[in-house]
Every structure is written in C-alpha cells, then in structure tokens.
C-alpha cells in the first residue's frame, strides 16, 4: 500500500511540475492590451478557462471596464478589469489560464516571471474577492489606484513582450 501510494504521490507531483513548466512556456504570437471591439478566436478560447464570473464574451474586457469606471459601476468594473487582467498575462505568456486554478495560484505563477505584474494581480485579485465575494464597496480612490497598476502592467508587457 505504502509503495502505490508513493507512485500516485509522484505521478501528482509530476503532473503538478509539468503544469507550472508548461505556464513559463509562451504562445506562438504575443497580444497586446489592444482596444477591438470583440475578442478574436484566440482570446475567446483563452476566455473558457476563465472563472464562471469573469467570463464576457461579448466585449472588449478592457474596453467595458473603461466604460463601467467612467460611470463609476466599481463594482462590475473590477470583474471586467481582473479578467483583462489575466487574458493579457497569459496571452504573453507570464501565466497559464486553466479551469479550476485559484488567483492565488495565478498570482504565483506571474510571480515566478514578473515580479512586478504579480503584486499589480494580487492588488486587482484582493479588490475582486472583497467586493464580489465580501460584498463590500470599492472606492473610486482605490479602483484609480488598480487602473493605473493596470496601465503600468500593460506597458510592462507590451515592453517586454513575452518572456522565454
């Protein structure tokens, strides 16, 4: 019992391994922030493996979210920014979007290639758990604060373009 318990313990770690070696590999072409109006096939595919709440096929994410904090809807808006969010980051390959995986373990893999896109992600995945799940009201001072770490993750990205 104790030996195939060892090999189904390796085979999880294995798997497990593989999945975080596979999110540093990068996709064929790097995608900007972009202003479309819809997603392309790509973005619409990425777009499945996004939770059930952030998943707007209809829109640009980046665009609506603009529109929602022009009129101050903070609340709905910080489910479209999160999902821009981490469209943009797997879509130049600094995470790997998968069904079930948790914004911790999203933030962590961004970590392993971007510092600095980790803490932007964690600030926008703690303002979405607060206001989606604890119901509480994001200020207009606060969202101001993820939108310009947004514009600054965007920047990163695009200068740095997907890393190797």
């Not at 973005?43 to 904090?69: A, F, G, Q, S, W």
């Not at 910080?78 to 879509?91: A, E, T």
């Not at 893999?109 to 206001?131: H, I, P, V």
Request: hydrophobic share 35%; net charge neutral; proline share 4%.
């Amino acid at each position: 019992i104790a030996f195939v318990m060892a090999v189904v313990g390796a085979i999880i770690y294995g798997i497990s391994r593989a999945e975080l070696r596979l999110s540093a590999v990068p996709p064929k072409q790097p995608v900007s922030s972009g202003d479309s109006k819809l997603p392309d096939k790509a973005t619409l595919e990425r777009i499945k493996h996004l939770p059930p709440e952030l998943r707007r096929t209809d829109v640009n994410l980046r665009t609506e979210c603009e529109r929602l904090m022009s009129e101050s809807q903070y609340d709905q808006a910080i489910i479209l920014l999160l999902g821009h969010q981490l469209l943009l980051l797997d879509q130049n390959g600094l995470l790997r979007l998968g069904r079930g995986k948790t914004n911790g373990r999203y933030v962590r893999e961004t970590r392993m290639n971007d510092e600095a896109c980790a803490t932007w992600l964690r600030g926008t995945a703690d303002a979405f758990e607060q206001s989606y799940f604890g119901r509480h009201t994001i200020s207009s001072d606060v969202f101001d604060l993820l939108w310009q770490n947004n514009q600054q993750m965007e920047q990163v990205v695009q200068e740095h373009g997907v890393k190797p």
